[in-house]
Structure formats: C-alpha cells, structure tokens
C-alpha cells in the first residue's frame, strides 16, 4: 500500500470516528428534547382525522 493510501485510509477512519461522535451527540441531544413528547398520547382528534382518511 502507498503511503498516500495509507493517508487515505487513515483520513477516512478519523471521519468515520467523528461522523460517530456526532451520531451519538445528535441521538442523545433529540432524545432529551423529544422523549417526553413521544411518551404523550395521541389526541383523539388526530387519531379520528386518520381513522377517516384511512376509511376514504
């Protein structure tokens, strides 16, 4: 392997270690904004506007 394949793999493994820093910063961030909401009940209005739409 060259040496500029070898940058190349290195370069590539050091973003895959960022994009993974970010997934886990991102996932952990939406679920402290977010995880109460989905908890919620779905109102009963939005559950009858779909129940109608599916039956259209």
Do not use: N, Y
Request: charged share 45%.
């Amino acid at each position: 392997m060259s040496a500029r394949d070898e940058k190349s793999v290195t370069a590539r493994k050091s973003r895959k270690k960022g994009d993974d820093a970010f997934e886990i910063w991102l996932r952990r961030g939406l679920h402290q904004l977010f995880d109460d909401v989905t908890k919620e009940p779905i109102p009963e209005e939005l559950l009858k506007i779909i129940e109608e739409d599916k039956d259209a």
